[in-house]
């Protein structure tokens, strides 16, 4: 071979080499931009306590869903279900049945628009886990769509009680299902909180 056609060959080789890299670096980058959004998500998300009027849209919604029924659980049971309820009429009657559970008469879902409601099937050992990081997921995908949210409690009493029975059979919903907890989303009003300092003392390292 000629001289000059090894050291055309040479070069060839050391381009696609170079090409090669420049891939493996651009993933990388990629990579870790989407892990750095993701930590950011988790680190900013905050509980809403005031909303718009406004409801998101339902592809949003949708896909703030999907992320709930991607969350870890025990043996891939899959013990949760999630209602999501954008209906006025449902909402304001999920309002009233958790209000009173408190004897209150206030609307302990803040004004949101939105209720994604976490059940989770009693005869799964691990049914309280399953349905609180169905609740964590949908926070904070709520969250990365720009949403506000918030974790409002009682939703085991409101099922447990006759009204709330009768809403799971009137949508067909058969089994052992507790309420685990209620996602309110919409668009946030007002200011988005800031978070409180964290406690001391929260991580005990062992290395
Ligand atoms: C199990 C659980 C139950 C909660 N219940 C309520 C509730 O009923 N009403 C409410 O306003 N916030 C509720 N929250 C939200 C907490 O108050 C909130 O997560 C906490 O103050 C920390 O604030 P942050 O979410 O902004 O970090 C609940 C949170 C959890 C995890």
């Keep these: ?13 050391m381009l696609c080499v170079g090409c090669q ?17 993701t930590m950011e998500d988790l680190l900013t998300r905050r509980s809403v306590r005031s909303y718009t009027d406004s409801i998101p849209p339902m592809e949003v919604i949708e896909e703030i869903c999907k992320a709930g029924t991607y969350a870890p659980t025990g043996k891939n049971r899959q013990s949760p279900i999630i209602i999501a309820v954008t ?5 304001d ?32 050992h691990t049914y309280i886990e399953d349905g609180s990081l169905v609740m964590g997921n ?8 720009g ?34 907890g209620n996602c309110i989303l919409g668009y946030t009003a007002g200011d988005y909180p800031e978070a409180k300092p964290r406690k001391e003392n929260w991580v005990y390292w062992v290395k």
Excluded at 1 to 13: D, E, N, P, R, Y
Excluded at 21 to 37: F, G, M
Excluded at 104 to 109: G, I, R, S, T, Y
Aim: glycine content about 6%.
């Design 138 to 145: 949908l926070m904070n995908a709520a969250h990365a769509k």
């Design 147 to 180: 949403l506000g949210s918030c974790w409002i409690h009682r939703a085991r009493e409101v099922f447990e009680s006759e009204e709330g029975k009768q809403i799971l059979n009137d949508l067909g919903i058969e089994g052992d299902y507790v309420g685990i």
């Design 93 to 124: 009657r999920l309002s009233k049945l958790n209000a009173a559970v408190l004897g209150a008469d206030n609307d302990p879902f803040y004004g949101a628009p939105v209720v994604l409601v976490v059940l989770a099937d009693k005869n799964v």
């Design 1 to 13: 071979m000629k001289k000059s056609t090894m050291i055309l060959c040479a070069a060839v080789v």
């Design 21 to 37: 890299q420049k891939a493996k670096t651009t993933e990388q980058t990629e990579c870790e931009t989407v892990k750095s959004t």
């Design 87 to 91: 209906n006025k009429e449902m909402r």
